[in-house]
């Protein structure tokens, strides 16, 4: 009986994942402008979304540097939203 108790109990505990585990999250717009700059370099934003759980993001920004600043740093995970 404890047996199965345990093997109930692993199975459950097995089930309890994080959905950030089970699924990619997308952010589909952010901003990240100047005066956001000085307060999160870009290593620091990263690393926010990252422990998020984002792996991939939109951001605009104003001007459009903010944005290439995230993209230089992480192209894989930073869509660049760019506007004229």
């Known amino acids: 009986m404890h047996r ?3 093997l109930a109990l692993a199975t459950v505990l097995g089930a309890a994942v ?3 585990a089970q699924f ?3 952010d589909a717009h952010i901003h990240y402008s100047r005066p ?4 999160y370099t870009p290593e ?3 690393s926010i979304l990252a422990a998020a759980g984002v792996r991939r993001a939109i951001v605009s920004s104003t001007p459009d540097d903010g944005t290439l600043k995230l993209y ?3 192209p ?3 869509v660049p ?3 004229p």
């Open 4 to 6: 199965l108790r345990w």
């Open 18 to 20: 994080p959905a950030a």
């Open 24 to 26: 990619p999250i997308f």
């Open 36 to 39: 956001d700059w000085d307060t």
């Open 44 to 46: 620091r934003a990263l």
């Open 72 to 74: 230089e740093k992480a």
């Open 76 to 78: 894989k995970g930073i």
């Open 81 to 83: 939203f760019l506007r």
